[in-house]
T-cell receptor
């Protein structure tokens, strides 16, 4: 049972344009959501998070949007840069996912074309 | 402080051998997590410590796996009688004590069982 889903395994975007990465979840008890970026042979690097009491959080070029009614979150990267090329994972946690553990999606590979 | 560190970064072993990995968390973090990541998947939770107490273990953690955090600082993950299916990236993360605290990941240990 995949509680966190990233249905697009890959995405290609031109440099300077907006990248939109999507994530859906099934467990309405999740109350904290995060995006991580992962380069090959490295561990995931934290990008941005959002609590369920908010619907938007911005940090520089990165914005996360949360739609609780649709159980959907998205990561917007504007403008996209070649260095953003990586695999992006969304993760969720909450009282029913277990003691603070994260449930991860399967990732979306972003390629930013110069 | 340079973040979460893991040792070794790579390990190749023969089936049936025992292996041990080490994780050093960020110094003030009292929560420590182990995850496993296989190809095409997101990280999957294995186990979690708060200080020296192991508070949760996933069903993924068979009895061949054991984790310790004896002094509430570094942690070790041992796999006994390794099997080819154990080949994966083993990730360690740490966080502060807070219900929505961000977990910070180390670079991982990539295990290949021949």
């Amino acid at each position: 049972d995949q509680q966190v889903k990233q249905n697009s395994p890959s995405l290609s975007v031109q440099e300077g344009r907006i990248s939109i990465l999507n994530c859906d979840y099934t467990n309405s008890m999740f109350d904290y959501f995060l995006w991580y970026k992962k380069y090959p042979a490295e561990g995931p690097t934290f990008l941005i998070s959002i609590s369920s009491i908010k619907d938007k959080n911005e940090d520089g070029r990165f914005t996360v949007f949360l739609n609780k009614s649709a159980k959907h979150l998205s990561l917007h990267i504007v403008p996209s840069q070649p260095g953003d090329s990586a695999v992006y994972f969304c993760a969720a946690s909450g009282p029913t996912s277990g003691t603070y553990k994260y449930i991860f999606g399967t990732g979306t590979r972003l390629k930013v074309l110069a | 402080d340079t973040g979460v560190s893991q040792d070794p970064r790579h390990k190749i072993t023969k089936r049936g051998q025992n292996v041990t990995f080490r994780c050093d968390p960020i110094s003030e973090h009292n929560r420590l997590y182990w995850y496993r990541q296989t190809l095409g998947q997101g990280p999957e939770f294995l186990t979690y410590f708060q200080n020296e107490a192991q508070l949760e273990k996933s069903r993924l953690l068979s009895d061949r796996f054991s984790a310790e955090r004896p002094k509430g600082s570094f942690s070790t993950l041992e796999i006994q009688r390794t099997e080819q299916g154990d080949s994966a990236m083993y990730l360690c993360a740490s966080s502060l004590v807070h219900s929505q605290e961000t977990q910070y990941f180390g670079p991982g240990t990539r295990l290949l069982v021949l």
